[in-house]
């Protein structure tokens, strides 16, 4: 579904003026995913059929909310002090520090971000986008002046080691922009939007535990399920058929998003999309028909960042100044739900910043500062 247009004549926009990332230092390979020997599976197998050579691990001490923390303090650094203070956080994540509360008002708290409103938003590996046309819809209807949206993940803490299909697929990471209100014509200027979702596909994505239908309390909701085991509390996916999902919706979400903006796709001199799998992502550039030199990303280095991989491939190419300031460009991510989105943008005019995770203070510092 594209997002409403704007009223005539209003050229008013969310500008991207900072952008920030944050990879944990852990550097695993495939050959080191292999060595474990528990999996049967090859480097061959993972390189051809993804694309992905290596992934960051966060590992036992560094949280989703670390990652974030770090992510959003680069993408506040990127912006400078002439843009306002952020007023509204928002945080894309399926891996939260904890179920209940949300993981945003603390990675605020931790910013010194005051009493800004913080949420959580789940949209899986569309996390990003559905969080940036938000940001966007926000920031135009006068809500907020400067919103944040973080992305941040820590999928090994929900993958199945021990699941070939899922096990080498997956990375730890952040990133982060900071937006304020422009006009169209600048770089970063976000210009249109697409997003949807299909919950008759939900369960080809899932963790199956957790929540209200498995809870992991062994509390009797007479539901009868019993206490999960090993399996239910992991994320597993039903790759072949995601995979064909991904490529109709990406696809079909980027034409849409094309059409409402008025780019033909072979105009498009930027296009990122979810770092899911390579084959995946050139078979929707090829069907969109954007030509090799304009697509960009990293998954050969980090893998499957879910909801982090858009704006982490976005700080990637820009710290590498791969495109000039104002370059169209086409976002798209697919993830579970099933949820899609897709965004046109001005290649942005900010200089990345990245940083290492941030270790949390102790609880008690927080319950100290907190006024009431
Ligand atoms: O991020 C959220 C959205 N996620 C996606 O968009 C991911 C979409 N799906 C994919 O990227 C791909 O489907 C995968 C990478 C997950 C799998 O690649 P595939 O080419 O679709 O493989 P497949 O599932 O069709 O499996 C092919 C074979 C199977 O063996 P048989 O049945 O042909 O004997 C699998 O058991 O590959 C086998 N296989 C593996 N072999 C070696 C599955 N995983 C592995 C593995 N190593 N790690």
Redesign the pocket.
């Known amino acids: 579904m594209t997002s409403p247009s704007s009223a005539p004549g209003d050229r008013a926009r969310a500008v991207i003026t900072g952008i920030g990332s944050c990879l944990p230092p852990l550097v695993v390979t495939n050959t080191q995913v292999i060595a474990r020997g528990d ?4 480097d061959e ?2 390189t051809g ?2 694309g992905i050579h290596r992934r960051r691990l966060a590992g036992p001490t560094i949280s989703t909310g670390d990652l974030a923390t770090a992510a959003a303090r680069a993408a506040i650094d990127s912006a400078g002090s002439a843009v306002p203070r952020p007023d509204l956080l928002l945080l894309a994540t399926t891996t939260p520090d904890r179920p209940c509360p949300a993981t945003a008002p603390e990675v605020a708290h931790r910013l010194g971000l005051g009493t800004v409103p913080a949420f959580d938003l789940a949209a ?2 569309s996390g990003f986008l559905y969080g940036l046309v938000t940001a966007s819809a926000l920031l135009r209807s006068g809500t907020c002046r400067a919103p944040l949206v973080v992305a941040a993940e820590k999928y090994s803490t929900i993958v199945d080691p021990f699941d ?2 899922t096990a ?2 997956f990375g730890d990471a952040a990133a982060a922009v900071a937006l304020r209100l422009g006009d169209a014509d600048e770089p970063g200027a976000v210009l249109e939007t697409d997003w949807g979702s299909d919950g008759g596909g939900s369960d080809l ?1 899932t963790v199956a535990a957790g929540g209200s239908r498995l809870p992991t309390t062994g509390i009797d909701t007479g539901t009868g399920t019993g206490t999960p085991g090993h399996g239910d509390r992991c994320f597993r ?1 039903r ?2 058929q ?2 064909a999902h ?1 490529v109709r919706r990406m696809t079909s979400s980027s034409e849409a998003v094309l059409a409402t903006t008025g780019w033909r796709p072979e105009e498009v001199r930027a296009f990122i999309g ?1 770092q ?2 390579q084959r ?1 992502l050139d078979a929707v550039a090829d069907r969109l028909g954007v030509p090799p030199r304009h697509r960009l990303g990293n998954i050969r280095d980090v893998g ?1 960042t ?1 909801g982090a991989s858009v704006p982490l491939a976005l700080a990637d190419a820009a710290a590498r100044h791969a495109c000039a300031p104002g370059a169209r460009t086409l976002l798209t991510a ?3 739900g099933l949820t899609w989105a897709s965004a046109t943008l001005l290649w942005p005019d900010a200089p990345v910043r990245t940083a290492a995770p941030e270790p949390r203070p102790p609880l008690h510092d927080h319950q100290e500062v907190s006024p009431p």
Do not use: E, Q, S
């Open positions: 999996l049967d599976t090859t197998w993972i059929r993804t899986v590996c070939r299909d080498p697929l994505i996916m790759g072949r995601v995979y991904a979810h899911a799998n995946i499957n879910a697919f993830g579970g």
